[in-house]
């Protein structure tokens, strides 16, 4: 997996307070650094498309792949992985700033929602304009499938 293919990339720190000195970051404290970057993506291409039609969180899969320690330096990444009628997939990941080695993975599903109804809805184009213009490419579309991953 290579630090260029992704879209918004930023250097963050593995967080030093939440465990003893020395000790390994927590799996709890991975996901909400792996969470912001996604929770930024969304908002980015939410604003960009002043498209207040909601979407939310509908799975989120992480893997583990090697430890880290309290301020270690990341680089975190967050890409648009593919997309259906309903649903976009993004993908992140978080590497030893120092080594490349990937620390960990995560694919966060995001539903559009029909904020009357509460129900799964279409992407509305101006968000999607959105995300392939932050994206700087066309987002493979994945046709016939409801939930991507």
Request: with cysteine.
């Amino acid at each position: 997996m290579d630090v260029a293919a992704f879209t918004l990339i930023e250097d963050v720190v593995a967080p030093e307070d939440t465990q003893p000195p020395g000790a390994h970051v927590v799996d709890f404290e991975i996901q909400k650094l792996l969470s912001r970057g996604w929770q930024q993506y969304v908002a980015l291409v939410r604003d960009a498309a002043g498209d207040d039609h909601g979407v939310a969180v509908r799975k989120i899969t992480t893997s583990f792949e090697s430890e880290c320690h309290g301020g270690d330096r990341l680089v975190r990444g967050v890409r648009a992985l593919h997309r259906t009628r309903r649903s976009y997939v993004l993908e992140e990941a978080l590497w030893d700033a120092t080594t490349a080695r990937l620390v960990a993975t995560s694919w966060v599903v995001m539903a559009s929602v029909d904020p009357e109804t509460g129900r799964a809805a279409p992407i509305r184009a101006a968000l999607w304009e959105a995300v392939e213009s932050f994206e700087g490419h066309p987002v493979e579309t994945l046709e016939g499938s409801s939930t991507p991953a």
